[in-house]
């Protein structure tokens, strides 16, 4: 089987895209710079590694190495700044390898097979942290494991995420494992990508004899002065997919991977580190046969080529052995190294390595290799089939070319690859064609102009109606947008470098061009997707400073004055708590987010400025909010909508009360989505607790307020009747009344209403504090449902979980106690009574595995001390959340209907099952789970959504589904109603 590349992105000193790095191979460019001992210092290092007698002052640093768009991947600004830039780096190239070429992913099945090297960036700008904590804030955004899967969350692919370590030999290695994933259909489309950033940022390095490191600082692969080479910097991205699928899509090919394999030398070499010859004839011949080609037809030879005494000759040997003249062969084969170019990426060097292999068969030319002249001695070049080019050597009938990478430890690699298959021109002849370039910003706009002027400039053949259908394909983005319709490349080459001007000569970036007669626009029929640079993002500065530049900086896990707090996983389970002892991205209320650490500006905190309290805490609270979301944040900023995570509140409240000491009710948090309105809530808590005063003595911590009053409008608000009265989201009246889970807040249902905010959707408030039966709740709810007039036969009822069985009784008390039958009860993955009941409710079992996730969670927060539990207020953190779980939890293990209800039930249920281990821990019978139709004389209807019990309301994805479907099933449940209405 074969697979077509057909999409790629890089990064790299000098090169931005794939065809700047054409550019920069075909004209023999290097990238190693001399770092003056002023830069060297400022970056980290110390007077005694820059003044070692074996210290090499040269690197080849990645410019923007630090810079991110973190509003484009959803990152709020502490996670941007936390998350490793190698990291960040693969999120950008993969972007803008997909929009390369207009990639439809819609309806695709994708996988990430992705590599970085180790992560260096924390060093010297974060401190250790505990060694009893789980540092999740670093971990996390730094930690190589997670990168394949950070890919897969922020683009939302749903095939396998797999990050690949094998050294050196990394990236070929994950394009392998990408190809085997492609052939056996676990995905339709493979992204396969590789990052190496050493941090920081430029500087020199120690020679050691015999390494791998150059000490003259240069990298020349295969010549007679080769003695090592220099740490290279960046990154690339390839998409995959099986060749005949992408035919049948019309997707851009810009090369084909023929065959491929990898294997490792074993114990037949010298020493762990040492290659072999015999392991890298192995893979040589295997990938050979895979592509069923001989070695004969092979013209251009991308190999590892370190530069180094030892690999070369080892390597070259394998080669005369693998690729001996059969006889056939007609002209050498060209030898290469992307590493004079650019040095050794690490992780990423493969990676480097295909790219210019693929730019090599596209561009039917074989790039000169800079600094060879003369071969190494031990390298017999001139008696065997291989040759090294110094200039620029054409060669148009290249149709087979290979790529090696040999990782330290003996992990071998071998590619070969094919020229993609001639495309037929477009269809379309003539006329005027609308051509629409969009960007995320205005300066963005205007260079991504400039680039791709120049790009259709010195491709002539490109035709107007592949530009336009390429553009229409990619991401749409509504902050800059400039539109032209025209008739010739030249002419548009034209506008693009001309630009619209308006009366003032600023840039007009929205004009649309229309033709006299008033007909149509052009269009872009007829056309087929071609690879076109990819437009920039707005990518900014985010890195965190060195300690030596900061000395207030504090470790990510710091208990007193860190701006810091790394984000914990607990949930709303059914009964409330995530047994599983692994991470699960939840937060400690059960509520939307991940596992992301809330930090601020990284400087340890200062006390709040001399003011009233209410200012105090207001002005407290939206400044680290601002620290934690970035720039731009306002009072009407939404917190949630803008990416912030119910932990990172928690935190941010905790530095509130840790500055200016007051106990925190944050049940009258509940629905408050807005920063302005969280802010005046928690300033009339504190002023509420100092008795209306302006000033809080110093050292004063106090109750919190009882009453929820001052309770601002919000996207939550206040409706209502009742013992709590009702909070209401959306529009218009209640379509449905929804019970919180075993975490007590209603978040979950505002990020529903995020979604769907046509729907009225009104929700109960959880008991403070808890404690009571789920009859006793249910009882409290019918009485707050009383007040508000809203009991009926059309009243629908729901919950998320826990607070599904609390709408089920609810609905049974209203038939017992009302006689009235409910209209319908929709829950979200609610396990039915029968299930629970395998761990006693007052179980030690049952409070170990509460307390040891809630623990696990709260170590996090700021001013939390494992040895006391306890904040600096005085009020147990442990406690607060440990109280309302444990007693809805144990609520819902005693919990037996006394008897059926009328009313369908419709169960939106989690398509990933719970775990074997987490449904013991919490006593749950997994095969009882959706049997509700036991409990109801209505029908029950059962709806898979994506995603497990946890982030069907954490991953922003499974919530934009299941808000869909809840509101398409909410609407037909209505939609009776109003037939109903009409006929009577």
């Not at 013209?299 to 080892?314: M, N, V």
Request: net charge negative.
């Amino acid at each position: 089987m074969k697979f077509a590349i057909i999409g790629a992105a890089i990064k790299v000193p000098g090169a931005t895209d794939i065809d700047l790095f054409r550019t920069e191979l075909d004209r023999g460019a290097t990238h190693f710079e001399s770092v003056s001992r002023e830069r060297a210092l400022a970056s980290g290092l110390t007077a005694q590694d820059v003044g070692h007698a074996n210290y090499v002052a040269v690197a080849s640093p990645l410019a923007g190495a630090e810079e991110f768009d973190r509003e484009f991947f959803r990152m709020s600004a502490a996670e941007a700044r936390w998350t490793d830039p190698q990291q960040r780096l693969l999120l950008t190239l993969t972007h803008q390898a997909l929009e390369s070429g207009g990639i439809a992913t819609r309806d695709a099945r994708i996988g990430s097979y992705v590599t970085v090297s180790e992560s260096s960036y924390l060093r010297g700008r974060a401190e250790p942290g505990s060694t009893a904590r789980v540092d999740y804030q670093s971990l996390i955004g730094n930690d190589r494991d997670f990168a394949a899967a950070r890919l897969a969350y922020r683009f939302g692919f749903t095939g396998p995420a797999l990050t690949i370590q094998s050294a050196c030999s990394s990236s070929l290695v994950a394009l392998h494992q990408a190809c085997a994933g492609l052939a056996f259909g676990d995905a339709d489309i493979a992204v396969v990508g590789a990052a190496s950033l050493s941090f920081p940022q430029p500087h020199g390095y120690i020679a050691e004899t015999g390494g791998i490191m150059s000490p003259t600082g240069s990298s020349r692969p295969f010549d007679a002065e080769s003695d090592g080479t220099v740490r290279g910097s960046g990154g690339g991205v390839v998409m995959l997919r099986r060749l005949e699928d992408a035919l049948a899509q019309g997707d851009p090919i810009l090369a084909v991977v023929a065959g491929s394999a990898i294997n490792n030398d074993g114990a037949q070499r010298m020493a762990f580190s040492a290659p072999a010859v015999s392991g890298q004839v192995d893979v040589l011949t295997a990938a050979l046969r895979r592509a069923r080609i001989s070695p004969d037809e092979i013209g251009y030879l991308e190999a590892h080529g370190t530069g180094t005494q030892l690999g070369d000759p080892i390597e070259f040997r394998a080669l005369t052995r693998a690729y001996a003249d059969t006889g056939g062969r007609t002209t050498r084969c060209h030898l290469g190294s992307a590493k004079a170019n650019l040095g050794h990426l690490d992780a990423a060097a493969g990676m480097i390595g295909l790219l210019k292999t693929i730019l090599t068969l596209d561009s039917g030319r074989i790039f000169p290799q800079p600094g060879y002249r003369t071969p190494n001695p031990a390298i017999p070049l001139d008696d065997s089939i291989f040759t090294i080019a110094t200039a620029p050597v054409p060669s148009p009938d290249l149709q087979y070319a290979a790529v090696s990478s040999f990782g330290m430890g003996g992990t071998n690699a071998h590619v070969i690859l094919e020229r993609a298959p001639r495309r037929a021109p477009s269809s379309a002849t003539g006329g005027e064609v609308r051509i629409t370039l969009s960007a995320r910003s205005t300066a963005a706009l205007r260079t991504y102009r400039d680039r791709l002027a120049a790009y259709l400039h010195d491709h002539p053949g490109a035709d107007p109606i592949d530009i336009a259908a390429t553009l229409a394909a990619r991401t749409a983005h509504p902050e800059a947008i400039w539109v032209a319709d025209v008739r010739s490349l030249a002419e548009l080459v034209d506008r693009l470098r001309a630009g619209e001007t308006t009366a003032d000569g600023t840039d007009e970036l929205a004009v649309r061009h229309t033709r006299a007669d008033g007909d149509k626009p052009g269009s872009y029929e007829g056309g087929q997707r071609i690879w076109l640079p990819p437009a920039p993002l707005a990518e900014t500065f985010h890195g965190l400073p060195l300690l030596r530049d900061d000395p207030t900086r504090v470790s990510p896990t710091s208990e007193h004055g860190s701006d810091t707090s790394a984000g914990a996983d607990a949930a709303a389970a059914p009964g409330g708590v995530d047994g599983s002892g692994t991470s699960s991205r939840t937060d400690i209320e059960g509520v939307p987010g991940s596992a992301r650490a809330a930090t601020a500006s990284g400087r340890a905190a200062s006390p709040a400025a001399p003011g009233g309290v209410e200012a105090d805490v207001r002005e407290l609270f939206l400044r680290l909010a601002g620290d934690e979301l970035g720039a731009g944040v306002d009072e009407g900023t939404d917190f949630f909508a803008a990416g912030g995570e119910s932990i990172a509140l928690v935190a941010i409240v905790g530095k509130v009360t840790d500055r200016i000491p007051f106990a925190v009710d944050f049940a009258a948090l509940d629905g408050i989505t807005t920063v302005g309105d969280l802010g005046r809530v928690l300033a009339a808590q504190a002023m509420a607790a100092v008795g209306g005063r302006d000033r809080l003595p110093a050292g004063q911590a106090t109750a919190a307020p009882g009453s929820r009053d001052g309770l601002p409008a919000g996207q939550a608000t206040a409706a209502p009747g009742g013992r709590n009265g009702l909070l209401a989201f959306g529009s218009g009246e209640p379509m449905i009344h929804l019970f919180p889970p075993a975490g007590g807040t209603n978040y979950c249902y505002a990020a529903l209403s995020r979604v769907v905010p046509e729907l009225g959707l009104a929700a109960f408030r959880a008991p403070h504090p808890a404690g009571g039966s789920i009859e006793e709740i249910a009882a409290a709810c019918v009485d707050d449902l009383r007040a508000a007039g809203a009991i009926g036969d059309r009243l629908v009822l729901g919950g998320y979980s826990f607070g599904g069985n609390v709408a089920f009784e609810i609905a049974r008390q209203l038939e017992q106690t009302e006689r009235v039958s409910v209209r319908h009860v929709i829950m979200f993955d609610s396990f039915a009574p029968d299930a629970f009941g395998g761990v006693r409710a007052d179980s030690d079992q049952l409070v170990t595995e509460v307390e040891r996730r809630l623990r696990t969670a709260a170590s996090a927060l700021p001013g939390y001390r494992a040895a006391a539990d306890t904040d600096r207020s005085g009020a147990t953190v442990l406690d607060s959340f440990r109280d309302v779980w444990l007693a809805n939890t144990r609520a819902l293990e005693r919990y037996r209907p006394a008897g059926r209800i009328g009313a369908p039930i419709t169960v939106l249920r989690a398509r990933t099952p719970l775990s074997a281990p987490r449904a013991r821990a919490l006593g749950i019978d997994v095969g009882a789970t959706m049997s509700w139709q036991r409990h109801t004389r209505g029908a029950v209807r059962i709806i898979d959504v994506p995603g497990d019990h946890y982030t069907l309301f954490t991953d922003p994805a499974h919530v934009s589904v299941a808000a869909k479907v809840f509101a398409r099933t909410l609407r037909s449940v209505r939609s009776v109603d109003r037939e109903e209405a009409t006929a009577s």
